[in-house]
């Protein structure tokens, strides 16, 4: 069974500009979890998606969005990105209605914004 | 609200000692779950054991133990017999919140072992 994939690896961005993220879930999860992690700190709660729709978002500005496909893909969007947006930028998914609340993560994104 | 807290920002442990890896939480909820992450330098996080708000037993799994005292809503990880492999950063996180569905994290401690 295939894991949580999450592309590209590494991404390089100037200030201003806008980054895309994108996160395939295991199959058959229909929750995909999306966090931040800035260096030598804990993650940090961005958003999470479940059957196709936003149902939390953490503390942080707009310019952080994202959406869920119909095959629970999910894609993050940074838009006029700052210096304090290098981060490793985490994918998770899960199924919530299977009893396990085990989040299986990507191998993550590393953004780093110049 | 819901908070985790690792007080313990760097660990060093002997190789084949145990070491304890300390980690306090805070919620309203009566359902929660509590779990423990590794993510060694590379960034992958690694699910390493789970224990519920309701489980009686203490979690293990192979060197792994989780020492749950829901009283000092404390969640500790032991880990037995230390490996060079288990040098990394280790995470707290609980499941609470938002019909359960909600995951916090804490600030993480970073072990070293010692040859």
Not at chain 1, 15 to 24: E, K, V
Not at chain 2, 74 to 94: E, H, P, R, T
């Given at each position: 069974e295939a894991g949580v994939t999450q592309s590209p690896t590494h991404l390089i961005k100037t200030r201003g500009q806008q980054a895309t993220l994108r996160c395939s879930p295991i199959s058959g999860h229909t929750s995909v979890y999306w966090y931040q992690q800035a260096l030598g700190l804990g993650l940090q709660f961005l958003l999470w998606y479940d059957e196709g729709e936003e149902r939390n978002r953490g503390n942080f500005p707009p310019r952080f969005s994202g959406r869920q496909f119909p095959n629970y893909s999910s894609e993050l969007n940074v838009n006029?990105?700052?210096?304090?947006?290098?981060a490793l930028y985490l994918c998770a998914s899960i199924l919530l209605t299977s009893g396990s609340y085990e989040q299986y993560f990507g191998p993550g994104t590393r953004l780093t914004v110049t | 609200a819901q908070k985790i807290t690792q007080t313990q920002p760097g660990m060093f442990v002997q190789e084949k000692e145990a070491v304890t890896l300390d980690c306090t939480y805070d919620t309203s909820d009566q359902s929660y779950g509590l779990f423990w992450y590794k993510q060694p330098s590379s960034g992958e996080m690694i699910f390493l054991i789970y224990q519920g708000s309701y489980d009686e037993q203490n979690a293990t799994e192979g060197r792994y133990s989780l020492n749950f005292q829901k009283a000092r809503k404390s969640a500790n990880l032991v880990i037995s017999a230390s490996q060079l492999g288990d040098s990394a950063m280790y995470f707290c996180a609980m499941r609470g919140g938002n019909g359960g569905n909600q995951f916090y994290f804490g600030t993480g401690t970073s072990l070293t072992v010692i040859p």
């Amino acid at each position: 069974e295939a894991g949580v994939t999450q592309s590209p690896t590494h991404l390089i961005k100037t200030r201003g500009q806008q980054a895309t993220l994108r996160c395939s879930p295991i199959s058959g999860h229909t929750s995909v979890y999306w966090y931040q992690q800035a260096l030598g700190l804990g993650l940090q709660f961005l958003l999470w998606y479940d059957e196709g729709e936003e149902r939390n978002r953490g503390n942080f500005p707009p310019r952080f969005s994202g959406r869920q496909f119909p095959n629970y893909s999910s894609e993050l969007n940074v838009n006029a990105l700052e210096l304090e947006d290098s981060a490793l930028y985490l994918c998770a998914s899960i199924l919530l209605t299977s009893g396990s609340y085990e989040q299986y993560f990507g191998p993550g994104t590393r953004l780093t914004v110049t | 609200a819901q908070k985790i807290t690792q007080t313990q920002p760097g660990m060093f442990v002997q190789e084949k000692e145990a070491v304890t890896l300390d980690c306090t939480y805070d919620t309203s909820d009566q359902s929660y779950g509590l779990f423990w992450y590794k993510q060694p330098s590379s960034g992958e996080m690694i699910f390493l054991i789970y224990q519920g708000s309701y489980d009686e037993q203490n979690a293990t799994e192979g060197r792994y133990s989780l020492n749950f005292q829901k009283a000092r809503k404390s969640a500790n990880l032991v880990i037995s017999a230390s490996q060079l492999g288990d040098s990394a950063m280790y995470f707290c996180a609980m499941r609470g919140g938002n019909g359960g569905n909600q995951f916090y994290f804490g600030t993480g401690t970073s072990l070293t072992v010692i040859p």
